[in-house]
């Protein structure tokens, strides 16, 4: 089963000054930050060391979705907590997904000295 979701602004905003920091294209910098959210989620709920994903972003609108292939312990955590809450699975890994928005990120972190000018 594939999860998909479309991201919010929080992790928009994490995926680009992640990708700012380290001179990435936005592209990049997305796929980099969707990496990390979900192997974190992956391997706290089931030890997991990869992940299945694809990203897909908008040029135009700037909006991004995520697809996941979650493992099955991930898919039983979901399904629980969304007979819980009453949410479907998507929306609670998108919920998960942007709780890690912001992990790794250096608040000191400074631009190479090679690095243009911030506009």
Known sequence: ??????????FLDAAREWGDSRLMDAEEALEAKAEQALL????????AHEVSFAVDLDQETGEATIAHEPSDELS???????????LDEAALLKLHVDLFARVFLEEDTKRPPNAPPEE
């Not at 974190?40 to 030890?47: D, N, T």
């Open 40 to 47: 974190e989620i992956e391997h706290l709920v089931s030890g």
């Open 76 to 86: 039983a955590f979901l399904a629980a907590q969304s007979e819980e809450s009453g």
């Open 1 to 10: 089963m594939t999860l998909q979701f479309t991201v919010g602004d929080r």
